[in-house]
């Protein structure tokens, strides 16, 4: 299923309460956006997840829908709360209470990209912003919301797997001087959207591919874990965050010599946390 703000791929039979999305791969740069910026057509993607959807892709042979962004994290982020509007970049919006991702630009609709760099010259109208919410926010998260409801009423629970990836600075920056730098972080809110004995399944299906995982450092989840990341509900939400430098050149914004290697090894983890999901729970129990 493709639209405007989201594309969305079926399995022929939903075998998983597992759903894969994937909110910042999106690289549909539309002319007006691109007209709008100041930035170069390369520099504006240095916020895109690129390629992360191509390495979770397999997953609805396994039995588990593909959510996919369809507009860039530069137009909109669909990892922040519609509420989270920048008042430095969109006229008419007030100062609320201190919100660190809204105050460094990365608000729902982000002021600059990655380094710090302004993507605008000036302000947007407010009826551009609601434009883009409308258009975009909330038909994916509706659609992200039906998918999980799917499965908690298929198999009493539901399973958020949410795809990103980091720059290898941010991890080489986070790694002490004696740690091996991580290839994988997860990020449950340091234990508040997913029960324990899930995270530690999709951390043993990384690491049982060789991949070095860690929890919660740098990267510990943002709007979409915390909406939700409902275990109590049996609603459980795990951000996922790859390593950049294992499967392309973060300078030129290409695939590099590993990349089918490493969506191959993906292959197997993904089959893995699809298989976490394919029990179904007994209802009465909640």
Request: charged content about 20%; proline content about 6%.
């Amino acid at each position: 299923m493709t639209n405007t703000a989201y594309h969305l791929t079926l399995p022929a039979a939903r075998t998983s309460s597992v759903v894969f999305a994937s909110p910042h791969s999106g690289a549909r740069y539309d002319p007006p956006f691109l007209a709008q910026t100041v930035l170069d057509d390369h520099s504006i993607r240095s916020s895109e997840d690129a390629f992360v959807d191509q390495l979770f892709d397999c997953a609805p042979e396994f039995g588990a829908p593909l959510l996919r962004a369809a507009a860039p994290r530069a137009y909109l982020d669909l990892n922040r709360g519609c509420d989270e509007l920048d008042p430095a970049l969109i006229e008419g919006v007030r100062k609320g209470g201190h919100n660190p991702r809204v105050a460094s630009g990365l608000g729902v609709i982000p002021r600059v990209v990655a380094g710090g760099r302004a993507i605008y010259r000036g302000k947007l109208s407010r009826a551009e912003a609601e434009q883009r919410l409308q258009a975009i926010w909330y038909p994916y998260h509706a659609q992200l919301q039906r998918l999980l409801n799917e499965a908690h009423a298929a198999y009493g629970q539901a399973i958020l797997i949410d795809c990103h990836s980091m720059p290898r600075e941010a991890v080489e920056g986070s790694a002490r001087a004696a740690a091996r730098r991580p290839d994988v972080v997860l990020g449950d809110r340091f234990g508040a959207s997913a029960a324990p004995e899930i995270v530690e399944r999709v951390e043993a299906a990384f690491a049982g591919a060789g991949l070095h995982v860690v929890r919660n450092t740098p990267f510990a989840g943002a709007y979409v874990t915390q909406a939700y990341g409902r275990p109590s509900r049996r609603q459980h939400a795990i951000q996922i965050e790859i390593d950049r430098g294992l499967y392309m050149h973060e300078t030129t914004i290409r695939p590099n010599a590993n990349f089918d290697a490493m969506r191959k090894l993906l292959r197997e983890v993904v089959l893995e946390i699809a298989s976490i999901g394919q029990q179904r729970l007994p209802l009465a129990a909640e």
